[in-house]
C-alpha cells in the first residue's frame, strides 16, 4: 500500500513538470502570436476568431489594411478562422491559414511545431495527456495486482504442499509411536516374566544356603569350626553335609559390622532344618539368645542371625521393611522362602511386601 501511495505522488509530480508547465507555457505564447506564422500579434492588426478564440494577423487571411479597419468591429463580433468555418483549401490558394485548415491533426503538428496551441486544443491535449496518465497508472496497478495474485497463489500452494507433508509426515509419526508403544507394552510384559523367572531361578540357586551374620572375624578363624559349632549349639546333626562356608563382600562397604557367613549345604530340607531349629533356640531362650560365646569365639559377646540367603533386591527390600515397620510401629517383620512379610500385631494377619512402591501405600 505504501508503495503505491508514492507511485501515485510520483506519476502527479512528472505529470505536472511534463505536461503541465509545457502546456502553460505554450498557452502563454499563444495570446501574443499568431497561430498562422507564429509572429506576435498586437492588438491593432489581430484577427481573433469568436468559436476557438486563436488569434492571426489580418494579412495571414489575405486582407488589406482598408478591408480590416472599415470592418473591424463585425470582425471582432464574427469573424471565425478557416478551421471554424471548415473551409475547404482551393487548388490556387497557398495561404499560411489555408494550409492551417487542412485537417485537425496537422493544425496540431503544426501548432507543436511552432509552439502555438489553440483553447481547444490544449483542453483535447491535457484530456489526452490525463487520459494515458490514468491508463498507465491502471495497467501498473493491474500489473502489481496481478504480480501480488500470482505470489499469493504461489504462496498458499507452497504452504498447503507444505501442510500436507506435515499432515503426512505427522500421521506417519503417529503410527510409530504407536507400534513402539504397543512394543514397549510387550517388551515390559516380557521383562516381568523374565524378572520373575530369575527371581525364581535365583531362589533354586540359594534354596540350599544360608547366612549367618554378625560373627566376629579373626584372622585365623576356621568357618567349617565356626558352623559346625553353631550346627551343635541349635542341635542339627553333626551328619549333616557342609558344602562349603565363606565370608562374601558387605553390600554397605561403610557399615560396621563383619562381613557375613555363607554355608551351602547338601540339600534344601538341610536349610529349612537349621533355619528353624535357630529360630526355635531363640524362642525358648529369650534371654540368652545365640551369640559369638555359644560358638566358642572369645571377646566381646555379639549376637548372631541366621537368614536365608537372600538376592541383593530382597535384602534392600528386607531393610526397607524393617525401617517401614519401625516407623510405623509394626511388631513383626521376617522372611520366608525368599519373600518379606510384616504384621502389625498378634492378632492381625501377615502382609507380603511385595516391592517398594507396595511399602510406601503400607498405612498405620
Given amino acids: 500500500m505504501l508503495l503505491l501511495q508514492r507511485f501515485h505522488r510520483l506519476s502527479y509530480f512528472f505529470f505536472f513538470v511534463f505536461c503541465l508547465l509545457p502546456t502553460y507555457y505554450t498557452f502563454l505564447t499563444i495570446i501574443m502570436n499568431c497561430l498562422a506564422c507564429n509572429k506576435k500579434a498586437r492588438s491593432d492588426d489581430q484577427l481573433r476568431c469568436t468559436a476557438c478564440k486563436g488569434v492571426y494577423h489580418y494579412k495571414c487571411y489575405n486582407m488589406t489594411t482598408a478591408v480590416f479597419k472599415e470592418n473591424l468591429q463585425e470582425l471582432k463580433l464574427r469573424w471565425k478562422c478557416h478551421s471554424c468555418n471548415q473551409v475547404t483549401r482551393r487548388e490556387d490558394d497557398n495561404t499560411p491559414t489555408t494550409m492551417y485548415a487542412i485537417n485537425r491533426a496537422q493544425v496540431l503538428v503544426f501548432s507543436a511545431v511552432t509552439g502555438s496551441i489553440t483553447y481547444e486544443q490544449f483542453g483535447a491535449l491535457l484530456d489526452s495527456k490525463l487520459s494515458n496518465i490514468r491508463s498507465a497508472i491502471k495497467d501498473d496497478i493491474n500489473a502489481a495486482i496481478s504480480k501480488l495474485k500470482l505470489e499469493f497463489t504461489e504462496t498458499t500452494d507452497y504452504l498447503t504442499a ?5 499432515k503426512t509426515e505427522l500421521e506417519l509419526t503417529n503410527k510409530r509411536i504407536s507400534v513402539m508403544e504397543t512394543d514397549k507394552t510387550a517388551l515390559e510384559l516380557q ?3 523374565l524378572n520373575s523367572r530369575l527371581s525364581t531361578l535365583e531362589k533354586v540357586s540359594r534354596g540350599c544356603n544360608f547366612e ?3 560373627v566376629p572375624e579373626k584372622k585365623s578363624e ?4 565356626i558352623v559346625r559349632n ?3 549349639e541349635i542341635k542339627i546333626s553333626n551328619e549333616t553335609d557342609i ?9 554397605d562397604k561403610d557399615s560396621a559390622r563383619p562381613r557375613g557367613i555363607l554355608v551351602t549345604l547338601s540339600s534344601e530340607r538341610d536349610r529349612d532344618n537349621v533355619l528353624s531349629a535357630y529360630k526355635r533356640y531363640n524362642r525358648d531362650n529369650k534371654a540368652n539368645q545365640l551369640s559369638s560365646t555359644h560358638i566358642g569365639i572369645q571377646g566381646e559377646r555379639c549376637l548372631m542371625y541366621v537368614t536365608e540367603h537372600l538376592s541383593p533386591e530382597t535384602k534392600q527390600l528386607h531393610a526397607a521393611a524393617r525401617l517401614a515397620a519401625r516407623n510405623l510401629s509394626y511388631k513383626y517383620v521376617w522372611v520366608k522362602y525368599g519373600r518379606v512379610y510384616i504384621r502389625k500385631s498378634d ?3 501377615a502382609i507380603h511386601v511385595k516391592n ?3 511399602l510406601r501405600n503400607i498405612k498405620s
Fill in 356 to 358: 517398594l512402591d507396595f
Fill in 230 to 232: 553353631l550346627l551343635t
Fill in 347 to 349: 492378632d492381625s494377619p
Fill in 222 to 225: 576356621n568357618l567349617l569350626t
Fill in 243 to 251: 558344602k562349603s562356608a565363606k565370608r562374601i563382600a558387605k553390600m
Fill in 162 to 166: 507444505l501442510q500436507s507433508d506435515m
Fill in 212 to 214: 549367618i551374620q554378625c
Fill in 191 to 193: 521383562l516381568n516374566k
